[in-house]
């Protein structure tokens, strides 16, 4: 996956926006009912790029 020609804001933004449906996730009282796997692994590879580009974020809590 490619992330050259993202801004730094878009990855932040679309990653922040899957840490908080897992929080939902977990809050309706199941795990993951709103994310499946490949959207975890699409947050996952974003979550690498924000750490290659040394950007600042909290990290999604998949073991909830």
Known sequence: MNFDDTKDESLVVYYESVRQQVIADIQAGGRYRLIGES????????GEEMNRRRLRFTPIDWQR
């Open 39 to 46: 959207v975890k692994q699409y947050a996952d590879r974003r």
